[in-house]
């Protein structure tokens, strides 16, 4: 059955009168799907439905919530009943939803947890936000590098049945370094008198617990993974991160860019760039992620107004020339925001670096020649029609060729220079980078008229 079916007329009412009907009925729902049905159902209604759940499915259901809503379960629920909800997730995501509490709430929930589960979360919370210390679980397959296939075999029989993932093995020294890792893919098939350490790989690919989870992500992708060990500086195995938690992070970074290049302004904290949720989300935390950026946009787009009234003199002796600004700033708005968005996505796939400004300059004063002298001719044959003189026509089509370049460059050295100088660069959005092109771009425009239009 899926959710869509639970969610009938007569929901509302069961909820309401008899919420303790639920209880089983519930119990054949995903986790997931349980979520959205709180989602879905009146705020009022959503702290009934999640007391009547099983502790087990509380805990992933909780794991599935976001947003608002997340935060209205953590906050109202008993601390003991979210202790024994914890009690059944991996570390990684009790953590993350412990990360959401105050610690004066925190840790009477840690109290009333058990004691390996409490001290699990404990030592992934003492690693930074965003880090692979806070996504990484220490339950993982370890094995021994000199073991046989038939003792490696004898041994997964017997592990603990939460680990993380069992798709590959990890071979671990006597001191507790990592040395190898072994697909169990690569193990089923093999001799049952052969070494582990023959079949494994012994140079392995592996992060710091302070390693930035997007970098975790991106060799994930890269080298298609199932899981990413962790080890501290002396090589020692402190555990892995899963590719569920790396789908995770990269559906926040996705997340995290498609807000900035709205510019609307992301979470300041990483594990809160988890849990966008658009109605979950309370109007004040809406209106504050947008309200900086629009101060900073109108006060960007005043630019616009003061080259104008810097030029009013030019405008006045030649009326046409203001008939062709939206034009100009359309032109050139678009063509930075494309580029931007390019290097943006370049930069972030580790395609592009910071060395490399001068030839992605020249890349982009390159593209933006050949596509503005296509659209130059273009505005100059469309220009023509209406009628306003050649002088006029060519004003407009070299000022479309000249914005356009300008703007090819903006849009990839301001990002470049974002990253330069430490900050976010995607703050170099596509709204941005439009106002500020907006107003060189008039100010370039009204620089070509005075040179070719002999009226000014």
């Not at 899981?227 to 402190?238: Q, T």
């Not at 629009?294 to 020339?321: C, D, N, R, W, Y």
């Not at 090819?408 to 596509?430: I, R």
């Amino acid at each position: 059955m899926r959710i869509g079916e639970l969610l009938g007329p007569d929901v509302l009412e069961i909820v309401r009168d008899d919420p303790a009907a639920l209880r089983e009925g519930l119990l054949e729902f995903h986790p997931a799907d349980v979520a959205d049905l709180l989602a879905a159902i009146p705020r009022e209604d959503r702290i009934p439905v999640l007391e009547q759940l099983h502790e087990d499915q509380l805990g992933g259901v909780l794991s599935y919530l976001g947003g608002g809503v997340l935060r209205m379960a953590l906050t109202r629920l008993p601390p003991s009943k979210i202790a024994q909800a914890l009690d059944s997730l991996e570390p990684d995501d009790s953590a993350r939803l412990l990360s959401f509490l105050p610690e004066e709430r925190r840790l009477p929930v840690l109290s009333r947890m058990s004691a390996k589960d409490a001290a699990a979360a404990r030592g992934l919370l003492a690693w930074e936000p965003g880090t692979a210390g806070r996504l990484m679980t220490d339950r993982f397959v370890k094995v021994g590098p000199d073991w046989t296939v038939a003792e490696t075999m004898a041994h997964l029989r017997k592990i603990d049945p939460e680990v993380a993932t069992v798709a590959d093995l990890y071979a671990v020294s006597e001191k507790g370094r990592l040395v190898g890792v072994m697909s169990l893919r690569k193990l089923l098939p093999a001799e049952p008198e052969r070494r582990v350490w023959e079949l494994m790989t012994h140079d392995v690919i592996s992060v710091s617990p302070t390693t930035p989870q997007e970098e975790v992500a991106r060799l994930v992708s890269k080298y298609g993974f199932n899981a990413m060990p962790v080890v501290s500086e002396d090589g020692k195995a402190l555990g892995v991160v899963t590719v569920d938690d790396v789908v995770d992070v990269l559906v926040a970074r996705e997340t995290e860019a498609a807000l900035a290049m709205g510019a609307v302004a992301a979470p300041s904290d990483p594990d809160e760039k988890h849990e966008f949720d658009y109605f979950g989300a309370p109007l004040t935390r809406v209106v504050k992620s947008r309200l900086g950026w629009l101060l900073l946009l109108f006060i960007g787009g005043t630019l616009t107004g003061t080259v104008l009234q810097h030029f009013e003199g030019e405008l006045s002796k030649v009326v046409a020339l203001s008939f062709f600004i939206p034009l100009i700033i359309g032109t050139g708005g678009n063509a930075g925001s494309q580029t931007v968005s390019t290097i943006i996505r370049a930069m972030a796939l580790k395609q592009v670096h910071v060395k490399d400004v001068l030839r992605v300059a020249a890349r982009e004063m390159s593209s933006g020649l050949v596509l503005g002298g296509i659209l130059c001719a273009v505005a100059i044959a469309r220009v023509s029609l209406w009628g306003v003189g050649p002088s006029l026509a060519l004003t407009v089509g070299l000022t479309v060729l000249a914005v356009c370049i300008w703007a090819n460059v903006m849009g990839a050295l301001v990002p470049l220079l974002a990253e330069k100088f430490h900050f976010d660069p995607t703050v170099a959005s596509a709204p941005l980078i439009a106002t500020l092109v907006d107003a060189t771009g008039l100010a370039i425009y009204m620089a070509i008229a005075k040179a070719v239009l002999k009226e000014i």
